[in-house]
């Protein structure tokens, strides 16, 4: 069983930066593929970027790529998201998620955190 708990979100003006982290518990953490996901109102939850197990393999949504940056430490059974030139459309619940599987389909990571919200002042 892994649990994940999602911490440093929060009000930003637009332009401004924040840098999600998200902790695991449970001892198979560095074997699993991490993925962040957003879910902004009356809409669907959605992929934001992912990382495998050994973070050598990194993908984006096309809306964050060059401004969003997903790392991991595994020493730490953290991952994290550093989301710099913040839109008001960045504005959304973000979740974090592991799996198995490499993937940016929500219904392939078996373990979510309970999300963190971020709020983007235009």
């Known amino acids: 069983q892994v649990q994940l708990v999602e911490s440093g979100g929060g009000l930003v003006q637009a332009g401004g930066s924040l840098r999600l982290s998200c902790a695991a518990s449970?001892?198979?953490?560095?074997?699993?593929?991490m993925g962040w996901f957003r879910q902004a109102p009356g809409k669907e939850r959605e992929f934001v970027a992912r990382?495998?197990?050994?973070?050598?393999?990194?993908y984006y949504t096309d809306s964050v790529k060059g401004r969003f940056t997903i790392s991991r430490d595994n020493a730490k059974n953290t991952v994290y998201l550093q989301m710099n030139s913040l839109k008001s459309e960045d504005t959304a619940v973000y979740y974090c998620?592991?799996?198995?599987?490499?993937?940016?389909?929500?219904?392939?990571?078996?373990?979510w955190g309970q999300g963190t919200q971020v709020t983007v002042s235009s």
């Open positions: 998620a592991a799996g198995s599987v490499l993937s940016t389909l929500p219904s392939r990571y078996a373990y």
């Open positions: 449970g001892p198979t953490f560095s074997s699993l593929a």
């Open positions: 990382i495998s197990w050994s973070a050598v393999s990194t």
